[in-house]
């Protein structure tokens, strides 16, 4: 991590979901308060077991949450980009991070603590409502990538993966790698490749790049799903 730098001529919370609700001056005073950082790819933001005492804000680049089991096998739980938060889900119950936090590409970052959000709940109670949905709406999205890990059919657990990340991103393109989707649902990149041009081949997904998918028929997905 750098120095604390600031986050420039906008504020990092005008367009998350988490603050966008907020009054203009109660999100100055909540980004004055933070603390603004670049982070080098690969660098250990967070490692887990680290305490859970803050919330962080991706302004720029893309991150990594991931966990290592016994064996050193890395398994990647989710990949955020600019505009995502880290660490609500562990605001109210849990005291530790329960995975690392590790920058892709160079990013740039906002910490939050979580005593100046608690403050900010205390004085504005229609946003506390908010909050608790977006919290309501994150451990949803955690439900459901633990449902997209047990699915034992590799088409299955890829059609699952895409009607997640498609849903969360609201029709936007996906923007991830082979390698990344393979760590994302625990498939080797070769089965990914495979099951990617089935579904295109379909014509339930197009390519759009090398790093670009986007999902072109979201309930025909669902349908192969719910009946397969």
Known sequence: MNEKISCGMELCTSKIELFEKLPLNVQEEIVH?????????NSIIVQEGDLADSIFVIREGKVKCNRYDADGKEYILDILMAGDTIGEEFFMQKERFEYNIIPLVPSKLCKISKSQLFSVLAENGEWALSFLDVLSNKLSIANEKIRILMEDNGLRRMIAFFIERDHRLQGEPITLSLEEIAGMTNLRRETV????????DKGLIERLGQKQIKVV?????????YES
Request: proline share 0%.
């Open 33 to 41: 308060e933070s603390e603004h950082f670049d982070s080098d790819k």
């Open 193 to 200: 490749s495979r099951k990617i041009k089935e579904l295109q």
């Open 217 to 225: 028929d979201r309930e025909k997905l669902m349908e192969i799903f």
